[in-house]
């Protein structure tokens, strides 16, 4: 078995976490409003109404609602070779569309709202952060989030809340994440049910474009990122945090080499580090590693190694993560710019493929990626 996140052997249908922390506000319960779900393919979910609660938050990752587009202690992760390169800006694209820094919280004020959807028998919790108000309507682009094996879905919060700033609604899928009996198959599934999830929730619905999602993940859920984006035509875009193609003692039809169903027709991007790749029980193993996925994509696709990340390192806090994170080796770059580089990539890749604003290109592998990632060393970037 490799190391908690990278794999699973399965287990019984148990979810990572008992999810994250309400938000600021009472909390109502409501019944999901049921509306016509956008046309599926075969193999995509087959989910049953949800449940969601009410309670909701302003602002971004400070708690603290947004009116523009730098908000203090947003722009965390920054080292002292790339804190000048990172300072916030927004440019005009050209048309009026106007392009904001990833690397720290867009215009938009957001709201959290919780709840639980059917897929399969199995009940997946999810926590999503939509935009409230900002300088477009909707409906925006989403976005779902997957966790790595064995890890809680709210160490992702910090990408949801990102995204939900920079106009898009964005939520965790809290999948089953067992020690026994593992079918990937039905967890990609489950992932994808937070977009039928969004569909018919009474607040959600009417402002989201579900025809137009965006799939990440980390680890394994980079992999079911992967694989969904395969089975859901919903699915036009996927960035994954170090994705693990990983699939020990586990029957093939349940949990299919992805890399072996590459290409296929979605623009994927990859971000990653190879200090995981050897060692006993290696988080992150070559054969199976990011760069194995981007090797198998076809273009568009995207490559990002993180120069000093472990396997680990693209969660929200490692300080809290405790036991699964001790299988991995030392970093050495902080978790804090780990986070504010693949945040800024999710954002950017996002603001490309789902919104369509090629001039977020910069912050990919332009001028804006070579000065604050390449030059100060602190990442590569291959592309095609």
């Known amino acids: 078995m490799l190391c908690a996140c990278g794999d699973d052997g399965g ?43 009410g309670a909701t938050t302003s602002g971004a990752t400070t708690g603290e609602e947004l009116t523009t587009g730098m908000t203090e202690g947003t722009t965390e992760g920054t080292t002292e070779a790339t804190t000048e390169a990172m300072t916030g800006s ?72 990102r995204l939900a700033t920079h106009g898009y609604v964005a939520l965790t899928a809290d999948f089953q994440a067992g020690l026994f009996n593992p079918d990937h198959v039905a967890y990609a599934n489950q992932v994808l049910g937070g977009i039928d999830w969004v569909a018919q929730d009474p607040t959600l ?3 989201s474009d579900t025809n137009n999602v965006g799939l990440t993940g980390h680890s394994l859920g980079g992999k079911l990122a992967v694989l969904g984006a395969s089975l859901d035509p919903r699915v036009r875009a996927s960035i994954t945090l170090d994705p693990v193609d990983g699939a020990m003692n586990c029957d093939p039809q349940k949990c299919p080499d992805v890399t072996g169903l590459l290409p296929i027709d979605v623009p994927l991007g990859f971000l990653g580090e190879t200090l995981d790749g050897d060692g006993f029980m290696a988080c992150a193993p070559t054969a199976d590693n990011f760069l194995s996925f981007y ?21 929200d806090d490692t300080d809290s993560c405790g036991f699964p994170c001790s299988f991995c080796k030392q970093p050495t770059l902080s978790n804090a710019a780990v986070n504010s580089l693949a945040r800024a990539y999710v954002v950017a890749f996002y603001g490309v493929h789902l919104r369509g604003i090629a001039d977020y290109e910069t912050y990919l592998t332009g001028a804006q990626a070579q000065a604050r990632y390449v030059d100060t060393n602190l990442a590569e970037i291959a592309s095609k």
């Open 11 to 53: 287990a019984g249908a148990t979810n990572s976490s008992t999810g994250a922390s309400t938000g600021a506000g009472g909390s109502t319960s409501t019944s999901g409003a049921e509306t016509d779900a956008p046309t599926t393919s075969a193999s995509a979910t087959t989910g049953g109404p949800g449940t969601t609660s």
């Open 295 to 315: 090797k198998a994509a076809s273009a568009p696709a995207l490559a990002v190694t993180v120069l000093g990340a472990n396997h680990m390192s693209f969660l």
């Open 90 to 161: 927004t440019t005009d694209s050209g048309g009026g569309v106007m392009v904001y820094d990833p690397n720290i919280d867009g215009p938009w004020q957001i709201e959290r709202i919780e709840g639980e959807y059917d897929v399969d028998g199995v009940s997946v919790a999810m926590d999503a952060y939509y935009p409230v108000m900002g300088p477009e309507a909707g409906p925006y682009p989403v976005v779902v989030i997957a966790h790595g094996f064995q890890l809680p879905a709210s160490q992702y919060t910090g990408y949801a809340q």
């Open 205 to 207: 619905g009417a402002l």
